[in-house]
């Protein structure tokens, strides 16, 4: 018996779950993390780990992590400059994209400048045919001059993405071993390795971050193994992916595309998981940290998944937990632009030098710092010990806003807290719409450093069912990496008509699928249980995007046309309210998703109480400008069966719960608080 570990890395914290394997305790711990030095948080934190709770780096048996350098690279741009060789003719491909303004309501709205400009895309005279037929070979002198034209042009790796690729890699594996022998040191990537998709912007974009993230994503991983093993941690780590799945740090360098969204899943995945466990079945997770706020869907603890997600300004095509993120976290700094009107994020303060109430050398306004101007946190350490709020200190952020606005400190904090909390409404409202859900019949679970914070006021602008705080919110996204399961995904391109002659080509495709995906869990060490999930893209004829429809194996092998055909019919209406059984149907993609299950910690239940809860002490707080008479309780002291009227605020060692006036905290059996609106007391929290 030994301990699994769970980290996450956050822009501002890094977060640590512990699994005793033997007691079935679960531990936490915060840090401070460090993007001046990446791995030294993971030392602290080790290091804080033994000698506060006896946990030997050398008694690890897990140890799986996730982290945003994929997303951060492209977010900030910091990829090192590539070069693109395409088919010759379609140089374009990323300046064309798909002929779309990101915002179809402002017509001032511009496409993202590509990660490649222009002048780094050369094209090879090469063809295969769309029926996967070679049509014109690459020739060795054409690729060789294009290569010194790239080296000209300073970059210092290709991705290379030729035309139908994905029913014929041969071209892109072909010029593959010419760079392999004429520039030995350019790395190179192809887009039918890292995503063989039809279409061939979405293929190029996709195989473009993962080049474009991948020499930032090996330095970081490289110095991430150097501080386990510096610690004494021998044991292999794995990575969370984006699809809420962990894998071996071999593949996390082979296809960095695929922990793009690594950190960020992770949340979404433990909180399923909890939301599962406790009992409640619809939820969206709320996880706002430093930098940003990420919303997720939740049916029955199972995330829903999608591809396109975007990635700072860039769609990437692979399968990725569905997630929208929002520029406002805790750290998101607020000012007033050039016409006097108060903005907030997405600008973060991160871990340095922070808000400014964290005392860390920040002086710049934030939402935490509202918050704490607000008197609405900090009344005992956070970050398990590793943050002392100062409440003069951000009030001093506000004043020069509040001057400037010629209004209160309060009221400036809570206008901040509210032009945060819209900007989330907002992008969550597009999500709700996107997966046609009624939030009326959902409880916002919320974690992460700050979600606790907001969420009663998000809750409310979404006239949700209510907010679940979990026991330890702000290391769910470590629980997540802790408990989720080798996961991959494979993908096949075959489009064919579903009927009989097209359905009856379906199984050999499926049976090498699922060869490949137990393959593949076989070489990351996995002995146990295997889990097989089929989908398929189809569309009606004539169509030109497609739908993901979840099939049965056996339908296939028993090429059972109806079924195939009844469960596109069955998800278009799902989707848009009506479908049209007898019009002819194509399967352009066929779909396989392989896990293998690792451990899951057991929830346990509290003690129910058997008094009132008893607050510490009385504060004076402000909720939209105005002061109230705010009681203080702790959270270690709250037990099922609990019941507290707001105003309230809940302190614990790693987030603060804050309780609006107009809502009710109930602590459920398994020690969630469980808050809702006033007018929506009473009943069961769980239906």
């Not at 409880?443 to 009663?456: S, V």
């Not at 195939?564 to 998703?593: D, K, M, S, Y």
């Not at 808050?675 to 009943?683: A, F, I, N, P, V």
Request: one cysteine or more.
């Amino acid at each position: 018996m030994g301990y699994r570990v769970g980290v996450d890395v956050g822009g501002s914290f890094t977060d640590f779950a512990v699994l005793d394997e033997g007691s079935g305790e679960l531990l936490a711990l915060k840090v401070f993390s460090r993007p001046d030095d990446p791995g030294a948080e993971i030392l602290q934190g080790l290091g804080q780990l033994q000698s506060r709770d006896g946990v030997s780096p050398g008694e690890i048996s897990y140890f799986t992590h996730g982290t945003t350098v994929g997303v951060n690279t492209v977010i900030q741009r910091s990829g090192p400059p590539l070069a693109l060789f395409t088919t010759r003719g379609f140089e374009d491909v990323l300046e064309v994209a798909r002929l779309k303004i990101p915002e179809i309501n402002n017509l001032y709205s511009r496409r993202p400048a590509p990660l490649i400009p222009r002048d780094r895309v050369f094209g090879i005279a090469e063809r295969i045919g769309a029926d996967g037929a070679p049509q014109i070979l690459p020739d060795r002198e054409d690729v060789a001059t294009q290569v010194e034209k790239a080296r000209v042009s300073g970059a210092v790796g290709v991705v290379i993405a030729f035309l139908h690729a994905y029913r014929n890699p041969a071209h892109e594996e072909a010029v593959r071993d010419m760079l392999a022998e004429l520039a030995p040191d350019l790395p190179v990537v192809t887009s039918s390795g890292t995503w063989p998709v039809i279409r061939e912007f979405e293929r190029t974009v996709t195989a473009v971050i993962s080049g474009y993230v991948r020499p930032r994503v090996a330095e970081y991983l490289d110095r991430f193994e150097a501080a386990l093993a510096s610690a004494g941690a021998t044991v292999p780590a794995h990575i969370t992916k984006s699809n809420g799945g962990v894998m071996a740090l071999s593949q996390a360098r082979a296809e960095p595309v695929q922990m793009i969204l690594s950190g960020t899943a992770s949340g979404v995945i433990g909180a399923g998981f909890l939301a599962r466990e406790c009992g409640f079945d619809k939820v969206l997770s709320l996880d706002i940290g430093g930098t940003s706020a990420d919303v997720a869907v939740i049916l029955d603890g199972t995330p829903q998944f999608g591809t396109g997600e975007l990635i700072g300004e860039f769609q990437i095509h692979i399968p990725s937990v569905a997630v929208t993120s929002v520029g406002q976290g805790g750290g998101s700094i607020a000012a007033l632009d050039p016409l006097g009107v108060l903005t907030v994020g997405p600008e973060s303060a991160g871990s340095t030098p922070g808000p400014a109430c964290y005392g860390r050398g920040g002086t710049r306004p934030t939402v935490t710092d509202a918050m704490a101007a607000s008197n609405l946190i900090g009344h005992g350490a956070l970050g398990y010990g590793a943050v002392s709020v100062d409440h003069d200190a951000a009030r001093s952020a506000i004043e020069p806003l509040a001057v400037g606005l010629g209004a209160s400190v309060e009221s400036v904090a809570s206008s901040i807290v509210d032009i945060a909390v819209s900007s989330m409404y907002a992008e969550v409202s597009g999500l709700i719409s996107r997966f046609g859900i009624d939030p009326r019949e959902f409880h916002l679970f919320a974690f992460g450093g700050a979600g606790a914070m907001l969420a009663c006021f998000l809750a409310r602008e979404l006239d949700m069912k209510g907010v679940v705080v979990p026991q330890r919110p702000g290391v769910i996204s470590a629980l997540g990496g802790l408990i989720a399961d080798l996961r991959n995904d494979f993908i096949r391109t075959l489009f064919v008509d579903v009927d009989a002659a097209g359905v009856a080509k379906l199984a050999a495709p499926l049976a090498e699928l699922e060869a490949t995906g137990r393959a593949w869990l076989a070489d990351q060490g996995h002995d146990g249980a295997v889990s097989v999930a089929v989908s398929a893209d189809m569309r009606y004829e004539g169509q030109s995007f497609e739908i993901e429809a979840p099939l049965e194996a056996g339908w296939i092998t028993a090429a059972d046309v109806g079924a195939i055909a009844g469960a596109f019919h069955a998800e278009h209406r799902r989707l848009f309210g009506h479908a049209n059984p007898g019009a002819p149907v194509q399967l352009v993609n066929l779909r396989l998703v392989v896990s293998g299950p690792t451990p899951k910690p057991k929830i346990p239940k509290p003690p129910r109480a058997t008094a009132p809860a008893a607050p510490e002490r009385q504060v004076t707080g402000w909720f939209g400008g105005v002061a109230h008479d705010v009681p203080l309780y702790q959270r270690a002291a709250l037990l099922p069966g609990h019941e507290i009227a707001g105003p309230a605020i809940v302190g614990q060692e790693d987030t603060t719960t804050v309780l609006p006036p107009d809502f009710t905290l109930n602590v459920d059996e398994y020690g969630n608080l469980v808050l809702t609106r006033s007018d929506r007391t009473g009943g069961d929290q769980h239906d």
